[in-house]
């Protein structure tokens, strides 16, 4: 199927993308992929006398997973990343939580004649139901001028 243009797109439109087990080795290889060694996320010692009683993944390294899970759900004609809003890290992810993305478009505006902003509402969701980040994600998506020129206002999402 050939990525989701602007004209594709519709408010309310959501999808849900496919799952992936957090792996002590993620959080390792991002400690040494960023340089950030906080004992809170590599010191099992340290992490089993803080509230969260063992290592936590980086808040961060959440939303580098909120941006690749997503970006196959739905596969979309980006044009270029814009910015994030209104990011929040509510709750702690662990090695052996099951993650997915629930995204939906909540806002679009063509800016041209060649691609349109729309605002997207992301969760980072675990296996039971509790949402551990959310935020919006602004991009720049191509408009389909093809489409527009026979009128075809195409639906999507599930």
Known sequence: MDPLTFDR???GASWTSPGRTVTEAD???FACTTGDFNPLHVDHDFASRTPFRKPIAHGLLGLAWVAGLQSGAPR???????????WQFLHPLFAGDTIHVECSVIGKEATG???????WNHRLVKQNGQVCQQGEFVTL???????DAVGDEGVAGS
């Open 141 to 147: 998506v191509r408009i389909d001028r093809k489409r």
């Open 76 to 86: 979309v004609d980006t044009v270029a990343f814009l910015g994030i809003r209104n």
């Open 27 to 29: 959080i390792v290889n």
């Open 9 to 11: 797109l519709e408010v």
């Open 113 to 119: 004649r060649r691609s349109g902003q729309v605002v």
